[in-house]
């Protein structure tokens, strides 16, 4: 398996060609995962989230451009909402990052959402093992903050940077919504415009509220992506929060919780495929019984699964 080792070596044409099978479920791929995932575990994955437009990208592109004086490589994946594919220079444009696809140490990736809440879809999940694998040291997702992808990052990410710009209006409200738990550090973005102090303020005293007084709370930090201000202190924030996130176990805890989310997640799919394949002409004659109002669909359910059992 060629293809496994060149992404094993960081080829990048290759981890963009597994990514594409991943997307396509095409033949194998299963097994190829299988064969990468020990070499996985080693980068660290950061999610950003915030509404669109608030300058992710442009805060993603600042933020590689410092991990890579420090030598790090860098997997850059953009979930877009709108389309599940995105020609390269169209992405280019979107993610604001033209300049870095020419670097060796970077890799980026626009990716589809799955269905109309925009969940992350599986293949993201994969192509997060596919760039650890491939020697990344960082992987950063950039989600839109709309709708369940949202949630999802806090699955998928080690450490979730929730991006918030002044003036928007919606920003209490975004805090009213219960977003606020995503946040291990809160980006006020476009500090340049009018409303950056207040907004600070107000983040903070709302996670003053769901505190305890000597707990742990979020950063927030203020910057403005197009100046490169404030994101020499946003990186130094992410060490320290992963430092704290290691310290105290944190990150491990993590993890398992997503492993084992995974693994159900699985087991579920799985299980109700076969059992909805196995049992395909018993389900269709329950359901005439339940049509004629001969059984119920619970206890429709509980013979299927007497059965299964
Ligand atoms: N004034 C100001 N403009 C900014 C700042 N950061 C980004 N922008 C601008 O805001 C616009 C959107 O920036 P992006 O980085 O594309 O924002 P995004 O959140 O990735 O956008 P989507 O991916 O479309 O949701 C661009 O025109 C940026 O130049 C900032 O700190 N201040
Ligand atoms: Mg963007």
Sequence with gaps: MDIIQSVLN???RSIAK???LVEE???DFINILKKIY???GRAIT?????APGSGKSSLVNKLTRILRTQNKKVGIIAVDPTSPFTGGAILGDRIRMQDLTLDEGVFIRSMGTRGALGG????????????DASGMDYIIIETVGVGQSEIDIVKLADIVLLVMVPGMGDDVQAIKAGIMEIGDIFVVNKSDKDGADRLVTEIEMTLDLGSSKNSWKPPVIKTIATENYGIVELSENIEKVLKHMMQDDLLNVKRKSRIKQEIISLLTETLIENII????????MLIEKVLERQIDPYSAMEIIISDVK
């Design 10 to 12: 960081g080829d990048k």
């Design 18 to 20: 597994l990514i594409t």
């Design 25 to 27: 479920k095409s033949d």
């Design 38 to 40: 020990k070499y996985t």
């Design 46 to 50: 950061i999610g950003i989230t915030g």
């Design 120 to 131: 992350l879809s599986r293949a993201c999940y994969d192509a997060v093992k596919i760039l």
């Design 277 to 284: 394949f196995r049992y395909s002409e018993k389900i269709d």
